[in-house]
């Protein structure tokens, strides 16, 4: 018997229907199709639309797809981690709702804030749960209507940022498969430049911080770039070398997408090829902790068991980290 370790053994997803594209923002804010691909790669995002949609609509569809895909009833499993920055409500948890939402009667569940690293620090968060031998089968959700708090004049964000909805299924094993090792890093430092102004305790809401459109995410681009490129390069290739992986070694990058420059970054940095490199940056945008589920889920069927695969994200706070983890299955 092997040491126990969680492996991630299925994948969900989902995405809004209605389709923002570059064009549509050349209408909306001073910008241009050609500027915003060539500073960013994103072509288009998708948005949430429905009165009274939250996060959790997107999340349950993203979840009610790994259940069915999975074969997995609902009533078995034992903790859902919902990593989320814009949950539906101050309180109660979004985990709470979603558990509600999909039956999932057994389980307990909380969310868990770290911005874009979120999913990252859930997914490592859910990995103590497995490895203790406590629970069999976690869920990990990666899940953000970034649309609910981006100012759609303030080209800075507006450009970036879209919604969606991924999850993870954790389950034990023992063969060597799974999430190996993981590097996580935080620098309150750096919360003023990205962050949302007011809406927490620090400063509730008042008719002058709406006015002041403070409830908007706010980003000062230049720094946070500079600081994104270094530190998620930097934990990238320092998981490689403290598992002694080689760029040869090394089957996919699996970056947070934030911005095409800064993934291309962190590939250098690992000394990877452009093939190596999973991108759907261009058809999303930034969905913040959704992103690299949503890569898994695109790309589940490019994974072949005891393929290594290296996480890296960044995110507001600052918070930022990587993932090594070996793929346990093949796709049918």
């Known amino acids: 018997m092997g040491k126990i370790r969680a492996a991630i053994t299925g994948v969900g997803g989902y995405v809004p229907e209605y389709i923002l594209t570059n064009h549509e923002l050349e209408k909306m804010v001073e910008t241009s199709d050609e500027w915003i691909l060539t500073r960013t790669g994103i072509k288009e995002r998708r948005i949430l639309k429905g009165e009274g949609k939250g996060t959790s609509h997107m999340a349950e569809q993203a979840i009610n797809e790994l259940l069915k895909k999975t074969n997995t009833n609902p009533h078995d499993i034992d903790l859902l981690v919902c990593c989320t920055t814009t949950p539906d409500f101050v309180f109660p948890a979004t985990g709470n709702i979603l558990c509600d939402m999909c039956g999932l009667k057994n389980a307990f569940s909380y969310d868990l804030q770290a ?23 976690v869920l990990v959700v990666g899940a953000d209507k970034m649309s609910s708090i981006i100012n759609y004049e303030d080209r800075t964000t ?9 999850v993870v299924l954790l389950e034990p094993d023992e063969t060597g498969l799974g999430i190996l090792d993981s590097i996580l890093r935080t620098d309150g430092a750096g919360a003023q430049y990205l962050c949302q102004k007011a809406g927490g305790s620090r400063r509730p809401p008042t008719v002058e911080s709406v006015m002041a459109k403070e409830h908007y995410a706010f980003q000062e681009g230049a720094t946070v770039f500079k600081f994104a ?21 090394v089957n996919y990058l699996v ?8 993934i291309d970054a962190t590939a250098v940095r690992m000394g990877i090829g452009g093939e190596k490199v999973l991108i759907n940056i261009e058809r999303y945008g930034n969905t913040t902790n959704a992103t690299i589920p949503l890569l ?17 994200a960044f995110g507001g706070g600052f918070t930022w980290g990587s993932v090594y983890l070996k793929w346990a299955y093949n796709s049918k």
């Open 229 to 249: 490129v270094t530190n998620m390069a930097q934990v990238a290739a320092e998981i490689m070398e403290r598992n002694n992986l080689s760029s040869d070694d």
């Open 255 to 262: 970056p947070h997408q934030a911005n095409k420059r800064i």
């Open 115 to 137: 911005a874009c690293s979120g999913f990252i620090f859930g997914l490592v968060t859910g990995t103590q749960f497995i490895e203790t031998g406590k629970y069999k089968k």
């Open 296 to 312: 898994l889920w695109d790309f589940e069927k490019k994974f072949k068991k005891g393929d290594n695969l290296i996480m890296a």
């Open 158 to 166: 507006c450009i970036i940022f879209g919604d969606g909805a991924g």
